[in-house]
């Protein structure tokens, strides 16, 4: 268990209340949507607090969202890389690059009407004037990886290698591995064995590389699409060993998020609840207790795995899949649901009874005459205390650009 982070007594004393993570600004990848990125204050982290779980059914956007935080992270700077680790071979390539060609025409726009609006990402390597934007979306392509896997042990070898690429890329200097930490730490005459000053080809190696010594690090992108389908598995065959895989994981990832500054996004499919769609003429109740008499410990495991974080929203049956384990591994947790859209699309929603009635609160199959909203909210959050923020969003015509809805 890695021990508490030490503040000096002078900060204990003029911040009283303890809250040190809200007053270091963190580095944050955003969704390109005011109202997603309001509910995440700024976007989801790198380093530490870099491990998120977006969590939803299909047809809600959590990987469009994905999508597009995969071109910010793009797009905010030249030397950013991507992997990819595609756990079920749906990974769609065109609507990444439908998804970076939109922003790219966003930007060109923005810093033709107004050149201090795209200042978040400045840094993007541009064509020069006068030349086609088509090629820029395949030299951002190009900065991704994309790894397919069909078990948990190609799941952990890819990660491993992304890990490793990481640290063939990224200087070593600038973030020292909690074995480096040790080391540091330990009692050794001042400069032994650790010169004070970089050698003289090092400091012309970051020249000729433009870099400054405030210059941040290259960040690095990892989205794992998705979770479940490898560890669901795996918790079904085994309850307790699945969830011990799942728990050590994820402590890997954010190890690796924090040694190589490093953003990883989890995508986790989630499922309308047990208790919301109890069979005609039997309380949900029942249906449990005849589960556990028939189908035995499989089905309990089953029931278990269900169990997970509420929806801020009374309405929203919809739960997070993988269970608690899950919640408890993880920096943050997001759930991306689709819902009525207001008070009138409500009534008419969720005015029958049962699934024929439109409880079907999450993934949503849409009605004649009812408006949806997709909305994103923070279920779980370790570093900043965004639990209950949210945002409401629709996905415009095209399918691939996201627009945010004002709260009423």
Do not use: K, M
């Given at each position: 268990m890695t021990a508490a982070r030490p503040h000096l007594a002078s900060a204990i004393l003029d911040n009283p209340s303890g809250s040190f993570g809200h007053s270091v600004k963190k580095r944050k990848v955003c969704t390109n949507c005011i109202a997603l990125d309001d509910a995440l204050v700024g976007g989801f982290s790198y380093g530490d607090g870099g491990v998120t779980c977006l969590s939803g059914d299909t047809g809600t956007g959590k990987t469009l969202i994905a999508y597009h935080v995969l071109a910010s992270h793009l797009l905010s700077s030249a030397n950013n890389l991507a992997t990819i680790i595609?756990?079920?071979?749906?990974?769609d390539v065109l609507r990444l690059n439908?998804?970076?060609?939109?922003?790219?025409?966003?930007r060109h726009s923005s810093v033709i009407q107004n050149p201090r609006a795209a200042i978040s990402e400045k840094k993007a390597p541009s064509p020069p004037d006068g030349e086609t934007h088509d090629n820029e979306p395949a030299h951002l392509l190009d900065k991704i990886s994309i790894t397919p896997v069909f078990d948990f042990t190609g799941l952990r070898d890819a990660v491993r290698e992304f890990s490793e690429k990481l640290t063939q890329t990224q200087d070593p200097r600038?973030?020292?591995?909690?074995?480096?930490?040790?080391?540091?730490?330990t009692d050794s005459p001042a400069g032994a064995h650790r010169p004070t000053t970089p050698q003289p080809h090092?400091?012309?190696?970051?020249r000729a590389r433009g870099e400054g010594k405030d210059a941040p690090r290259p960040a690095a992108l990892l989205l794992i699409d998705n979770l479940t389908s490898i560890i669901q598995p795996l918790i079904r065959?085994?309850?307790?060993?699945?969830?011990?895989?799942?728990?050590?994981?994820?402590?890997?990832?954010?190890?690796?998020?924090?040694?190589?500054?490093?953003?990883?996004?989890l995508l986790n499919s989630a499922s309308p609840s047990a208790s919301a769609f109890p069979a005609p003429g039997t309380s949900a109740t029942g249906t449990a207790t005849s589960n556990r008499a028939a189908g035995g410990g499989r089905e309990v495991g089953r029931t278990m795995e269900m169990?997970?974080?509420p929806s801020i929203f009374a309405s929203n049956q919809s739960v997070p899949l993988l269970g608690a384990a899950l919640a408890a591994a993880v920096d943050v947790h997001v759930l991306v649901s689709k819902l009525p859209r207001s008070e009138r699309d409500a009534r008419m929603y969720y005015g029958g009874n049962g699934a024929e009635g439109g409880v079907r609160a999450g993934g949503g199959g849409a009605r004649e005459?009812?408006?949806?909203?997709?909305?994103?909210?923070?279920?779980?959050?370790?570093?900043?205390?965004?639990?209950?923020?949210?945002?409401?969003?629709?996905?415009?015509?095209?399918g691939v650009g996201i627009e945010g809805v004002e709260r009423i």
């Open positions: 595609d756990t079920t071979g749906s990974f439908d998804v970076i060609r939109l922003r790219l025409r966003n600038a973030s020292p591995t909690e074995d480096e930490d040790e080391d540091l730490s090092t400091q012309a190696h970051d065959a085994h309850y307790a060993g699945g969830h011990d895989i799942l728990t050590t994981f994820i402590r890997s990832l954010r190890h690796l998020a924090r040694t190589h500054n490093a953003c990883v996004l169990q997970s974080l005459g009812i408006a949806f909203v997709r909305v994103l909210e923070v279920l779980l959050d370790r570093e900043e205390g965004r639990e209950g923020r949210w945002g409401a969003f629709v996905v415009e015509r095209d």
